[in-house]
């Protein structure tokens, strides 16, 4: 039984994804965390979730892509979905503003939480370029190789859909614009929605409007947008 059959992964991912696991980066990636488990490290989202972006959001229903930096390292928040946390857990800054943004693009009421779950299972892929975290230690896991992994599955995205719109928040997000097919994707570009530089820009960006603008002039159906409470 090799590594790939014990990793759950959806099956489109999975078939996509196969060759990625073989890397020589991967292999020292499991093994970096196998180290950081075994000395007792607590590590974000918790493992069954580290995949959830993949797992909720096939690769053939993808017509979305967020993109964010780092899981959030503070106890019951992360879940594998950017800019998402555990339902109960206080929403935190950057997503307040994504809120207060959606209130102003589309009239939408601020939710009471932050799971942004079924935004993931209406084909927006919710990805951290880095995909775990040791707690209270932001960035612990960056340039372990998870970024190579999730470039692939932004390149994946790129060549294997059509149509799909790409926000990009940020100079981190902007850094993987290269990767993306721009004759066939909608890219939209803004700062961040941290509260250092949210109203430099991104509040009155208008992205999710335009984002469903784009989509339905595609044939595809908008997202909802408004959150289940």
């Not at 060759?19 to 990636?29: D, G, H, S, V």
């Not at 339902?87 to 009239?107: A, F, M």
Request: charged share 20%; hydrophobic share 35%; with cysteine.
């Amino acid at each position: 039984m090799t590594d790939d059959d014990r990793i759950k992964l959806e099956p489109s991912w999975k078939e996509a994804l196969r060759a990625e696991f073989e890397q020589p980066y991967m292999q020292q990636l499991r093994e970096f965390l196998r180290q950081e488990y075994a000395a007792g490290k607590e590590i974000y989202p918790p493992g069954p979730l580290i995949f959830n972006a993949l797992n909720s959001t096939p690769l053939d229903q993808v017509k979305v892509v967020i993109l964010g930096q780092d899981p959030y390292h503070g106890p019951d928040q992360a879940h594998g979905l950017c800019f998402s946390v555990q339902p109960g857990v206080p929403t935190p800054p950057s997503l307040v503003n994504i809120y207060k943004e959606l209130q102003r693009d589309l009239n939408l009421p601020i939710p009471a939480h932050g799971y942004l779950q079924s935004w993931a299972e209406q084909g927006v892929l919710l990805l951290n370029t880095t995909m775990t975290v040791q707690r209270g230690n932001a960035a612990s896991h960056a340039k372990k190789g998870w970024e190579s992994f999730t470039d692939r599955i932004i390149q994946l995205v790129s060549e294997r859909q059509s149509n799909v719109v790409f926000l990009l928040w940020g100079a981190h997000a902007q850094s993987k614009q290269k990767l993306i097919d721009g004759t066939k994707h909608l890219v939209l570009k803004s700062v961040h929605p941290s509260p250092l530089s949210a109203y430099r820009g991104f509040i009155g960006c208008g992205h999710f409007s335009h984002a469903n603008r784009f989509l339905q002039q595609h044939g595809m159906k908008p997202v909802e947008w408004a959150l289940p409470q």
